[in-house]
């Protein structure tokens, strides 16, 4: 081993460190994006009087749905990668939304 390489390992490391972080906070900031589309789409299924637009809306609101439960899943898969073990703050924090159906 030369004399710099522990110096280089430890800077290796702390660059993988950061990309496991970064990455974690884009599959945060998915879910988030992801969660807000569905609180929208809420608010329109609630304005909506004609039933064409109440279908489409609700087609929208179940793709969203779709997308928040896969960001969900690339999150806890980002803590795993990270360490973390226990995602119980993730379901208290990013509830996955309830299913709607036409009425």
């Given at each position: ?12 490391n ?78 208290q ?11």
């Open positions: 081993m030369t004399p710099r390489a522990p110096e280089t390992l430890k800077r290796v702390a660059e993988i460190a950061h990309e496991k972080a970064a990455a974690l906070g884009r599959a945060g900031e998915r879910l988030e994006a992801a969660l807000e589309e569905v609180r929208v789409l809420t608010l329109l299924l609630g304005g909506a009087a004609e039933a064409g637009e109440r279908a489409r809306l609700t087609h929208e609101y179940e793709r969203a749905r779709a997308r928040v439960r896969d960001a969900r899943l690339a999150l806890i898969i980002q803590r795993e990668a990270v360490g973390f073990r226990q995602h119980r703050i993730v379901d924090l990013f509830p996955e939304p309830p299913p709607r159906t036409l009425t």
